[in-house]
């Protein structure tokens, strides 16, 4: 049965026909799995179906100990900002004037926006190791839950812009290149994201996202 702390995303198949399988192999797994089990599905805890306005999409769970939280691009609070999530910040800076001030994102969970990896458990120091565990199911299904009304996507990168292939044209959709360090620079800096999406979610009626402060 799912978690009772998942909410409305508890009643997705994923949760009965493949999570098992997926818990009994990490189960038994001797590595170390980030990010810690209790932080497992945080993202959705956090941020219900209706109270979903925007998607991130990231990969998988930073492979660093300490570092992953749950959270796509988040880390816990007073963790070196990884270089990646130096570069949104950067960009967040040129766009809008300002920043968070610690890489702990959960506030934007909490004002809607799902900060969903596409796998949600990574063995210590082998980045993508789960990439293939069956992660991709769970996924799946909440984009397609996602796509009965407007939101907006922020699809970072070649992997997040295939995953969500297929959404319908009622959504804003926002492509460009991964913030790392090794396409940053090939147009994701400019690409004013973040005020792109406020603007858009205010036409649609929505409050704007408090990007920079809780």
Not at 21 to 28: D, E, F, N, P, W
Not at 179 to 194: D, E, H, Q, T
Request: aromatic content about 8%; charged content about 20%.
């Amino acid at each position: 049965m799912a978690d009772t702390c998942l909410g409305a995303w508890g009643d997705l198949p994923f949760f009965y026909e493949d999570w098992p399988r997926i818990q009994s192999t990490l189960a038994a797994d001797t590595r170390p799995i980030l990010p810690p089990d209790a932080d497992r599905f945080k993202a959705l805890e956090l941020t219900q179906p209706n109270d979903t306005r925007v998607v991130i999409l990231g990969q998988d769970p930073y492979p660093t100990p300490g570092h992953a939280m749950g959270l796509a691009f988040s880390v816990t609070p007073d963790t070196k900002l990884p270089k990646s999530l130096v570069n949104i910040f950067k960009e967040m800076e040129d766009d809008i004037g300002q920043c968070p001030k610690s890489g702990d994102l959960t506030h934007w969970a909490k004002s809607g926006v799902l900060l969903l990896n596409t796998a949600l458990s990574v063995p210590a120091h082998d980045a993508g190791g789960h990439a293939k565990l069956g992660w991709q199911s769970l996924t799946e299904q909440v984009l397609k839950r996602l796509d009965d009304a407007p939101r907006a996507f922020l699809l970072w990168g070649k992997h997040a812009q295939t995953v969500a292939t297929g959404l319908k044209t009622h959504h804003l959709i926002l492509n460009a290149p991964h913030p790392s360090p090794l396409s940053a620079y090939r147009g994701f800096f400019g690409s004013k994201p973040f005020s792109q999406i406020n603007t858009w979610l205010k036409s649609q009626g929505h409050s704007p996202i408090p990007w920079a402060n809780p």
